[in-house]
């Protein structure tokens, strides 16, 4: 009975190796990406997932690979075509300006304004709306020679990614959707794998810390093996007719498309620039571009439709009126620059370009954009195996023993 009962635990031993693989691999996984938020008691006790806890470093490093190697703001600003812009948000701005003109003159000059017959009111309308062509090509002109102090790009990517924590999960999930589950089930092989010294060490020595080594070594070498495969080797090689190459790395044209569509899709898109350039911090450049050339317009405008205009309405109300023009086109641009969106996507053409320039990196640089992200903590993915997997060895001790 007792040699049938160690037969039968020898036999168990590779299998629960194969369990411990699996499991210390599933749970380490999940456990670089959640919780999301931190549980527990700070600052020891409790847990957060590895990639959410450190998003500012992780988006920082994306945003100085990707743009300092891939993209350059200057580039996607030039892509823009005035004209293009204009037509895009052109009847949405006829209507802005429209209201505009009137709380402004409602307010500046209240009665020249209100004995201005419609006809007189059409007239400066027409006048203002045959200028916005010209008017919105100076300022997209300035903007792409101001484009470093009005737009700042990395400010845009970490600030999002820190707010959004699921969204650099969503990044790393997707970009990596095959190669995690494989490290999930790779721990169930290479832990049958590993059981087995295991299982022929037990039988002979019976020392009771083979157990939990074996199960932190199985724990362990799980997780690194199949990090290492994952990754490495980065150029193919070719073996028994067979190519070998990092998963990750013999994806590089897929996961390029997804990583690309993400990052145009959730991050670097007409939507979340347009916030930016008007609330980050190059607010104030973009707020002194609007106001250089709605005044010089002001200006225009009123020396074709009266010369002595300032004078008749006095110039402290004449300032005032265009500093509440300038306000108001500024505080109101979401209303007309969200008509753009759509043509600016087109244009700047983020994640085609993005793909094309990822797909066309070496191995090794390619492994350089996103890799950093999983290394900076690929020891702690490592470790949190190898405590599970001797956790798992006590257990198999305790049944051993006291089962």
């Known amino acids: 009975m007792d040699l ?142 101001n484009i470093d102090e009005i737009l700042n790009i990395k400010e845009l990517v970490v600030g999002h990614l820190v707010a959004e924590p699921e969204l650099i999960n969503e990044i790393f999930l997707k970009a990596g959707e095959k190669e995690f589950p494989f490290i999930e089930r790779s721990g169930l092989y290479f832990g049958l794998l590993l059981g087995i010294p295991t299982a022929i060490l037990w039988h002979f020595f019976q020392l009771w810390w083979i157990l939990p080594f074996g199960g932190l070594i199985v724990g362990y070498l799980t997780n690194w093996i199949a990090i290492k495969i994952i990754f490495e080797p980065q150029e193919p090689i070719k073996f028994a007719g067979m190519t070998i190459q990092g998963m990750f790395l013999k994806r590089q044209d897929e996961v390029s498309r997804v990583y690309s569509d993400i990052i145009q899709e959730k991050l670097i898109n007409a939507q979340n620039i347009t916030d930016i350039v008007l609330n980050g911090s190059g607010s104030g450049q ?26 008749g309405v006095g110039s402290e109300k004449y300032f005032r009126m265009k500093k509440l023009a300038v306000e108001q086109i500024f505080n109101n641009s979401d209303r007309y620059l969200m008509y753009a969106h759509e043509y600016a996507n087109k244009a700047l053409r983020v994640g085609d370009d993005l793909c094309e320039r990822m797909q066309a990196l070496s191995p090794a640089e390619f492994e350089g954009v996103l890799r950093p992200a999983y290394e900076a903590d690929e020891w702690k993915l490592i470790l949190v195996g190898a405590i599970l997997g001797m956790m798992a060895g006590f257990g198999q001790l305790y049944i051993m023993f006291l089962g």
Do not use: C
Request: aromatic share 8%; charged share 25%; hydrophobic share 50%.
């Open 286 to 311: 973009i707020l002194e571009l609007i106001e250089l050339h709605v005044n010089d317009a002001i200006e225009r405008y009123v020396a074709i439709a009266q010369p002595y205009f300032a004078l």
């Open 4 to 145: 049938v009962f160690e037969i039968a635990f020898l036999a168990i031993i590779p299998i629960s190796s194969a369990l411990v693989g699996y499991a210390t691999n599933f749970l380490a996984v999940k456990m670089m990406f959640y919780p999301i938020e931190f549980i527990g008691i700070r600052p020891i006790f409790g847990w957060q997932g590895l990639i959410p806890m450190k998003r500012k470093e992780m988006a920082e490093i994306e945003v100085e690979l990707v743009l300092g190697k891939l993209l350059s703001v200057q580039e996607l600003a030039d892509r823009i075509d005035p004209d293009e812009l204009t037509k895009s948000i052109q009847r949405r701005l006829k209507q802005v300006l429209r209201r505009i003109v009137n709380e402004v003159m409602e307010e500046s000059a209240p009665q020249l304004w209100a004995s201005l017959p419609v006809q007189g009111k059409n007239l400066v309308y027409k006048r203002i709306e045959a200028d916005i062509p010209n008017v919105v090509h100076k300022m997209v002109d300035d903007f792409k020679h």
